[in-house]
């Protein structure tokens, strides 16, 4: 077994047992990612995440017993160093709500070349959102809608929103934008590790576990307008 610190351990949730071996074959041939388990449902997921604290989880969202995002929500609170990235085939983009809800790092479909799979556990592991083309367009077209939609409530008199700082809701838009941390240190003349900083106390502030959801949370409570 690889003991290198750098070393990412994965595993690997799919109700189809080709497309596990399948996907352990492609990630057996990357340098730096090893594969610590496996698990055929959302139940085995729970108890394989609890044994092995991988550091990465990619799962399928539908499966029998636990489907995939039932089983992230339960991950998040049992194993909460676990980074989870949400490989499917479903393009519906209820499913990749409710999977940021549960607080997934990133949500590929399975049409993306294996090689992307390999770069995504990667991404995740180092703390960026990921989604697939399609997804981050079904994602960035809602935070339009929400965003111009003359019915959406304003946030409700007397509930008391987090505070976040000038920077923290420059850099909060940014993410809703799709922005990558390097990206949004360009554009605001600061270093990476410092958005890094400002994105954990975001996640702290709003009590959130990913990007995704705070982004999402921030649109649809008007903190911020991705359309301005």
């Known amino acids: 077994m690889n ?6 351990r994965v595993l690997i949730v799919d109700d189809h047992a080709l497309y596990r071996r399948g996907l352990q074959t492609v990630l057996a041939v990357e340098d730096g ?20 604290l991988p550091d990465v989880i990619v799962m399928d969202v539908g499966m029998p017993k636990r489907g995939g995002i039932d089983a992230c929500r339960v991950i998040k609170q049992r194993v909460p160093s676990a980074r989870i ?35 995504g556990i990667r991404s ?3 703390g960026q959102s990921l989604l697939s083309p399609l997804m981050a367009a079904k994602l960035l077209n809602e935070f339009a809608q929400i965003s111009q939609r003359a ?18 809701l420059e ?10 941390n390097r990206e949004i240190a360009t554009e605001l003349f600061i270093s990476e590790n410092t958005v ?22 921030a649109v649809r409570q008007r903190l911020i307008d991705p359309g301005e």
């Open 3 to 8: 003991l290198l610190p750098d070393v990412i």
């Open 33 to 52: 990612i090893e594969v610590v388990g496996e698990a055929a449902d959302g139940v085995e997921a729970v108890d394989q995440a609890e044994e092995t």
């Open 85 to 119: 990235l949400m490989l499917t085939s479903s393009d519906d983009e209820a499913n990749l709500f409710e999977a940021v809800r549960a607080g997934a790092n990133g949500y590929l479909l399975k049409d993306v070349p294996p090689e992307e799979v390999a770069a």
């Open 124 to 126: 995740v592991f180092h």
């Open 151 to 168: 019915s959406v409530p304003a946030p409700t008199p007397g509930l008391e929103l987090p505070r976040l700082t000038q920077r923290e």
């Open 171 to 180: 850099i909060l838009k940014r993410v809703a934008l799709g922005r990558l």
């Open 196 to 217: 890094r900083n400002h994105i954990r106390n975001i996640l702290d502030k709003l009590q959130m576990h990913s990007r995704m959801e705070a982004a999402m949370y």
